[in-house]
Every structure is written in C-alpha cells, then in structure tokens.
C-alpha cells in the first residue's frame, strides 16, 4: 500500500516537475518575444535577397556566411531586447498582459537579465568576428535597444519614433551593406515606417489608461482621443499617398503593385474604423494593419520568386 502511494507521489511530482519546466521555457519564449524575432528573421531574409540582393545567385546567397552571420546577430539582439523591455514594463504588463506574465512568473528575473547578458554577449562576439564596423553597428543598435526600455518608452512622440526606428535599423544595415539605394526602396521604406508608426500609435490608445498611470508619455495619454485620431489618420493618408507614388513612379510590378494598390483600400477601411473611435474598432484596425505587414513580406516573396523563374 505504502509502495503504491509512493509511486503515485513520484508521478505526481514528475508531472508537476514537466509543467512547470514546460511553463519556464514558454515564459522565456514570450520574455524574448520569439514570435517577434522569427517573423523579422523571415522579413530580412526575404528582403536581402528579394530586394537588396538581387544581383547575386541563390546558391551564392546561400553560401554567403557573413550575410547569415549579420541575420543571426539581429536576432539575437532582438532577442535580448525583448527581455529587457519586458524586465522595465513589468509592472505595466501584469495589467496590459496578465497571461504573459503569470507564464513568466515561474522564471525569476535574474534568470532572464543572464539570458539578456548571454544574447548580448554571443551577437557581439559573432559581429566582432565578422567585421569591426559591423561590431559596432550592434553596439550601437543594443545600446539603443537598452536606452529605449530604460528611458525613450516614456517620451512622448519620441517613444513611438524610436520603436518604429529600431524596428526598420536591421533592414537599414542590409541595404548599407549592400549599397542598394534607390527611388523605389526609399520610398518603401517610408512606407513601411509609416505603417510601423501607425501600429504603435494605435497599440498605445489602447492602453491608454495604463500608460499614463505608470508613467508613460504618449500621444493618445496627451492629447485629446479626436487630436490623437486625426494623427493617425493623417499618417495614414500620407501612407497612401506613398503608396500612388511607387506605383506610379516607380515602375513598381507584379505582386508588389497589387499589394500596393490594395493596401489603398486597406487604409480607406481603417479610416473608416478609425472614425467610429470606439475600443472595438481601434483593435480592429490594429490587427488589420498589423496583419498587412505580413502580407507585405509575402508579396516580396512572391515578386521576388516570380522574377527569378
């Protein structure tokens, strides 16, 4: 009888060992945003190869390690930057995410500024190895990473211009590296701060309330709900006016001119949502534009592939 109890304690005590052991490793992958990492990996390699890097072979792509070594770098900075962003807005989260944080809670703090120190640490030494300038490109790129979450979080306008920035700074290093400058990528990447921007402002109404009580500047925490819309709609009627100017000056084809062309209609609809300034439409409009920036990674992918075959 004992033996038996004994045996259920200890199968007991495995499965609340896997669990929590299961629920430490989910919490370390919503600490790092994973997801936030894997779909920017996937957008710059779409976009080195697609549209910085056109001229090279895929086989040469393929083999090109410092080009791969770059990538890995930008990700396990990112990574780290979304361990420390998390470890300065916990306490705003256990209110805005209270999901995401009851799964980290079963990992201690300590253990993930080690881990932010440890991807800090790995994406230098691999930089270091590749280049001297591209060592200091992440040096700078963390150190922005770092100042954001400590400080640039809680200014206003500023807040949503350096996220949008540090956001686009990996895509801004590919096309240094690959000196592709032109009218056509320019304009794209006006497009795509834009719409970046567009997110960020909308995200923040909608933790308006929680913002403000912990500190945080933002625009719709300080100007009124109407001023605040008119912003985010003139954003995105200048989004639209980019828009007309790629494909039409441009020369701009293919799935691409689709996306483009469609996404006129996309905005028309978030504005329309926009003006109803309720909670419900705002999220709706978030996820909408938010759904059509990998819809946009998608379209490269596609023009890209149609061009080479």
């Known amino acids: 009888m004992n033996s038996e109890k004994e045996t259920f304690q200890q199968k007991n005590y495995i499965s609340k060992s896997l669990y929590y052991r299961f629920s430490q490793f989910v919490g370390f992958l919503l600490g790092a945003r994973v997801s936030v990492a894997l779909l920017l990996t996937f957008a710059l390699y779409v976009s080195t190869f697609f549209l910085f890097n056109q001229d090279e072979t895929f086989r040469k792509f393929v083999f090109d390690f410092k080009v791969h070594g770059i990538i890995f770098c930008t990700v396990l900075t990112i990574l780290a930057g979304g361990i420390i962003n998390q470890f300065y807005d916990l306490e705003k989260d256990h209110i805005v995410k209270p999901f995401r944080t009851r799964i980290q809670s079963f990992i201690k703090q300590k253990y993930f500024l080690y881990a ?44 949503n211009l350096t996220f949008v920035s540090l956001t686009l700074y990996p895509f801004f290093g590919m096309m240094v590296y690959y000196e592709r400058f032109s009218k056509k990528v320019f304009l794209m990447a006006i497009f795509l701060f834009l719409i970046l921007l567009c997110i960020d402002i909308v995200k923040d109404t909608l933790t308006k309330s929680v913002d403000k009580a912990f500190g945080y500047t933002t625009i719709p925490n300080y100007f009124k709900s109407k001023t605040t819309n008119s912003i985010i709609i003139s954003l995105l009627v200048i989004t639209m006016a980019v828009s007309m100017k790629l494909i039409l000056r441009t020369g701009i084809s293919g799935f691409m001119a689709y996306y483009f062309a469609s ?19 705002k999220f709706l409009t978030l996820n909408i534009l938010r759904f059509w920036v990998f819809v946009g990674i998608i379209a490269m992918l596609l023009n890209g592939l149609e061009g080479k075959l």
């Open 116 to 159: 932010y120190l440890a991807l800090s640490v790995i994406s230098l030494g691999v930089a270091w190895m590749i280049s001297h300038r591209v060592f200091a490109f992440f040096v700078v790129y963390q150190f922005f990473m770092w100042l954001y979450s400590h400080k640039l979080s809680r200014i206003l306008i500023v807040n």
């Open 263 to 281: 996404g006129l209609l996309m905005m028309i609809f978030c504005i329309y949502l926009l003006l109803n300034s309720s909670w419900k439409s």
